[in-house]
């Protein structure tokens, strides 16, 4: 009897652990959403007025790299950064340090922007609503702002 309970738990464990492990498919596709004309504008004349040296994208934000990296990171990828948020006005909203996301689970503009450097890049995006929080206001963010990310990319998995 003894042995039968135990070839009983073992066939239980075996099938637990059989269904536990089993592996489910993750797409990962890239990002394509751009900024409507609007947010493009007004983030030009921002860059523009305030003699930013920045790089446009052709989905609505604006980059400047201070270190390229190396490894790049995919849409799949975790991410190990170290960042700070500001509005527009310089009022710093939020930083995190050695913090891990997975990349397909952030902001839009994250997504497009962080991909442009590698393992141990520094990246500052310029980000309109649309590719931020849009109009949902969050955490000290007012809806439909525009935001400045400084990042550095510290790990890639």
Known sequence: MKKQFLFGMFVLAMISSTLSCKKTE?????????????????????????????????????YSIDSVGGTKPTACSNVTVNYTLRLLNGTLVDNGNNVTFNLMNLIVGWQEGIPLIGKNGKIILYLPPSLAYGSQATSGIPANSYLVFTISLKEVY
Do not use: Q
Request: a negative charge; hydrophobic letters at 30%; proline letters at 3%.
């Open 26 to 62: 993750t797409t990962c596709t890239t990002v394509t959403t751009a900024a409507p004309d609007a947010e493009k504008v007004f983030l030009r004349n921002y860059i523009s007025t305030n003699s930013i040296s920045a790089t446009e994208d052709s989905r609505g934000f604006f």
